[in-house]
């Protein structure tokens, strides 16, 4: 099955500064790519997501990049905030026969004020 | 708010008990999706369904079992509860069967004693 790798487990950055988190992929068939944020104590929140027949997107201060040939994916945040706090997943889905998602571990990112 | 409403929110039970958590998507969604959220293995992907058919199988133990309904809200039922299942069930809908954005409801935290 797919196999999705998440780093850096926990990353600190000054506000203002930049973040990036990048995860890898196995299976290269998969062809969907979401980033969730999740904030303490709630729900996930999709905040972006690319499609294989893309190689970047970018929502104002937030970008994702994927490279099918190495498989990885890179969530980009610029200028980052104090409310970017959060944990951050990347996750993999393939559409064929079945429709299973695949979670990185997580990354906990803390925007030093 | 996602739409997505999850009930019980807190479920507290022994071992070897068997409970059922609920899930109504948001309208006019198809497809649920269900995820276990531990501390030490980040969100599972368990089970989806859509439009009452069950679509993909992830992580999901044979103690545990899905069902969605003709009116589309879902039940995860987990039996012969073990300590480790302890965690929060998060479950999620989306209006496409795969490939779409996925809108997770506030979960259930299960906390088996």
């Known amino acids: 099955g797919e196999n999705v790798e998440q780093h850096p487990s926990t990353l600190s950055v000054q506000e203002g500064d930049s973040a990036v988190i990048k995860c890898t992929y196995s299976d290269s068939a998969s062809n969907y790519f979401p980033w969730y944020k999740q904030e303490l104590g709630k729900r996930p929140q999709l905040i972006i997501d690319?499609?294989?027949?893309?190689g970047e997107k970018k929502d104002q201060r937030i970008a994702v990049t994927l490279n099918k040939t190495a498989k990885h994916f890179s969530l980009h945040i610029t200028e980052t905030q104090p409310e970017d706090s959060a944990v951050y997943f990347c996750?993999?889905?393939?559409?064929?026969?079945?429709?299973?998602?695949?979670f990185g571990t997580g990354t906990s990112l803390t925007v030093i004020p | 708010d996602s739409g997505v409403t999850q009930t019980p929110k807190h479920l507290i039970t022994a071992t070897g008990q068997r409970v059922t958590l609920r899930c109504s998507p948001r309208?006019?969604?198809?497809?649920v999706y269900w995820y276990q959220q531990s501390l030490d293995q980040g969100l599972q992907f368990l089970i989806q369904?859509?439009?009452?058919?069950?679509?993909a199988k992830g992580n999901i133990l044979e103690r545990f079992s899905a069902q969605q309904f003709p009116d589309l809200h879902s039940e995860l039922n987990l039996s012969s509860l073990e300590l480790g299942d302890s965690a929060l069930y998060f479950c999620?809908?989306?209006?496409?069967?795969?490939?779409?954005?996925?809108?997770f409801g506030p979960g259930t935290r299960l906390t088996v004693l």
């Open positions: 309208s006019g969604d198809l497809s």
């Open positions: 369904y859509y439009n009452g058919e069950e679509r």
């Open positions: 690319i499609r294989s027949n893309v």
């Open positions: 999620a809908s989306s209006v496409v069967e795969s490939g779409g954005e996925q809108f």
């Open positions: 996750a993999a889905n393939k559409w064929s026969t079945g429709n299973q998602f695949y």
